[in-house]
């Protein structure tokens, strides 16, 4: 069974950094990609960034690009978003997610963690 664990949300106030971690499990990812995805209320699921497994290409939404960088820890079998200088409009659920390629699609990828809340107090 596939399972993707996000930790490392929290409050933070803007300019500060945040680290998350999402542990993934249940079979092997090497040829996949991880993704993050986030949600504010009221608003669409939408892409934030991506990195293949199997050569570490990264893909980023535009505004996040310079501040928050997305790696693989292929001994924890962990995925990490990385983000500084963080700003109000970055509050938002944010979800790890797993598929078969780097896309900004949320219908390419097949797995889901719950999400963990990232807020950014101005």
């Known amino acids: 069974q596939v399972q993707l664990v996000e930790s490392g949300g929290g409050l933070v106030q803007a300019g500060g950094s945040l680290r998350l971690s999402c542990a993934a499990s249940?079979?092997?990812?090497?040829?996949?990609?991880m993704g993050w995805f986030r949600q504010a209320p009221g608003r669409e699921r939408e892409f934030v960034a991506a990195?293949?497994?199997?050569?570490?290409?990264?893909n980023y939404v535009d505004s996040v690009k310079g501040r928050f960088t997305i790696s693989i820890d292929d001994a924890k079998n962990t995925v990490t978003l990385q983000m500084n200088s963080l700003k109000p409009e970055d509050t938002a659920v944010y979800y790890c997610a797993a598929g078969r390629t780097v896309t900004r699609s949320r219908d390419a990828y097949n797995y889901w963690g719950r999400g963990t809340q990232v807020t950014v107090s101005s």
């Open positions: 249940g079979r092997t990812f090497n040829n996949d990609a």
């Open positions: 990195i293949s497994w199997f050569n570490g290409y990264t």
